[in-house]
């Protein structure tokens, strides 16, 4: 370790220790000062290049303390004895994967000294070599395709009642990307309300507004991958590193971190870089931030860090806005009596009506029809009479497993974890509800479990669901999936 470094790293602890709050007799203040020994005795710098001091620490915990702890007193000591601009960094030490000499570490930035909102360069002791994990192997891309769909843009998103207000805020956003108020902002809705095409319609107006802005949108799936394909081949810090460069993320259906630790924690320091730095997070889930389970409570709570901002399904007039949009687009104009059917035929999401119109327009274009409410109902009878649902265990196992964010194999599994035992339970009491099977067969197709334990699982949400308001929703939300 460079001795001069040392050096001022001791001046800055002895600052520190002499600046401690003091206590009002003395043997308070000797476990004052033997609490701040035992913490910083684990901490050591291992680089100070141009101002970027880096700290090693042995894990999340240290780094979270002395920040929470000793923010103030740190600054003042790196200011004193290393002069003004000092830019903190984090070494974290991680588990040592088998056959590897040197430790593993995760670098990330410090936020207990100020710094500009724009770091363009990664201070000494980060991997010079940014892998962005969307390139193919092989195949140089210097610019990230921000994987954003023209079509979904403010211009094509139809407001109403059900989402005016996290309409009004995404365009707020989208004006000033991280200076608002609404970082990160969280939407979340049911299936196929429109959460996609907000925040996608974000991204599209800050590229057209911002083009030097790097903006990324990916499904939470895609992001466990290259996690996933990260730590496998070591290589989390340069996961981390390509993520720390994009100014506007927007993440899909981010409830599926659930149950997910080592993605989590990877996802936490990510968003705290991000965040600290200005830059614009954008969230979508099918739940509130309250009702994921098996997320990690500090990263709960940094869902509520900005604004939370449901957008519900679509009401009749604003279906028949939708429907004369999307068909004006195409050349089309229905008569009044025309869209009240339409709009009165799909209830549910903004996506079922887009199919229903889709359905209509290839109908009258194959059989050069004139669009007639008849012609209409016709096709709508004969849309739902080929799309006939049948519901079977297999069919509720997939809906219960994407309302909750987990696995089927969770689902079959054995633990006895609540956050798969609720879902598992839930799925029993609903395969009897809606199925003929036998207490028996439906133990059969839930991982192998006994008749009985099917026969306790039912009753028991039958019990649970009149004095419990949580089980109740999720009966009543589910319910309404299956029979949709």
């Known amino acids: 370790m460079n001795e001069n470094l040392m050096m001022i790293w001791q001046k800055c602890l002895q600052f520190m220790r002499d600046n401690l709050n003091a206590a009002e007799d003395n043997s308070d203040l000797k476990k004052l000062e033997k609490s701040f020994d035992l913490l910083f005795d684990k901490v050591q710098p291992i680089s100070l290049v141009e101002n970027n001091l880096t700290l090693m620490v042995p894990s999340d915990f240290y780094k979270e303390y002395i920040e929470d702890n000793y923010l103030s007193l740190l600054s003042a000591a790196l200011k004193k004895n290393i002069g003004k601009g000092v ?12 056959g590897l000499e040197k430790p593993v570490t995760m670098n990330m930035k410090g936020k207990s000294v100020p710094t500009p909102k724009v770091q363009e360069t990664m201070p000494q002791g980060f ?10 192997p092989g195949i140089k891309k210097v610019n990230i395709d921000s994987n954003l769909k023209a079509d979904f843009s403010f211009d094509n998103y139809v407001e109403g009642e059900s989402n005016k207000f996290a309409s009004t805020v995404a365009k707020s956003i989208a004006k000033r990307p991280g200076a608002t108020a609404f970082n990160p902002l969280f939407l979340y809705g049911g299936y196929g309300v429109g959460k996609t095409h907000l925040g996608q319609a974000v991204g599209l107006e800050v590229k057209n507004q911002f083009p030097d802005k790097v903006v990324l949108y990916l499904s939470s799936e895609k992001f466990i991958q290259q996690f996933i394909s990260a730590a496998k081949a070591h290589k989390q810090t340069e996961f981390a590193n390509f993520y720390q460069m994009v100014d506007v993320l ?31 997070i954008i969230l979508t889930s099918d739940k509130a ?34 429907i004369e949009d999307k068909l004006s687009r195409d050349g089309i104009v229905l008569t009044d009596d025309m869209l009240d059917f339409l709009a009165a035929e799909a209830k549910t999401n903004v996506r079922e009506l887009i199919g229903v119109i ?41 809906i219960v497993c994407d309302y909750f ?10 633990t006895r974890k609540r956050e798969i035992a609720l879902p598992r339970q839930l799925a029993m009491y609903f395969a009897k509800e809606f199925t003929n099977a036998t207490f028996t067969k439906i133990g059969e197709e839930m991982g192998g479990k006994d008749h009985s334990t099917v026969m306790y699982a039912c009753e028991t949400i039958k019990d649970v669901s009149k004095i419990d308001k949580e089980v109740k929703k999720y009966v009543k939300e589910l319910t309404e999936r299956i029979k949709s």
């Open 127 to 136: 991997s010079g070599n940014i892998v962005n994990p969307f390139v193919v």
């Open 289 to 322: 931030p309250v009702d994921i389970m098996d997320i990690q409570d500090r990263i709960v709570s940094r869902f509520k860090w900005g604004l939370s901002a449901e957008i519900k399904s679509p009401d009749l007039e604003t279906r028949k806005k939708i």
């Open 358 to 398: 889709n359905s209509v327009i290839a109908y009258s274009t194959i059989y050069k029809s004139d669009l007639s409410l008849e012609l209409l109902k016709e096709t709508i009878n004969k849309i739902a009479a080929n799309q006939k649902k049948i519901i079977n265990i297999p069919y509720i196992q997939e």
């Open 250 to 280: 927007i993440i899909d259906d981010i409830q599926f971190l659930s149950g997910k630790s080592a993605t989590q924690d990877s996802f936490f320091h990510i968003f705290d870089y991000l965040h600290q730095n200005g830059k614009q």
């Open 87 to 98: 830019k903190l960094w984090y070494s974290v030490m991680e588990n040592k994967p088998s």
């Open 405 to 414: 964010g987990i696995k089927r194999e969770q689902l079959l599994s054995k």
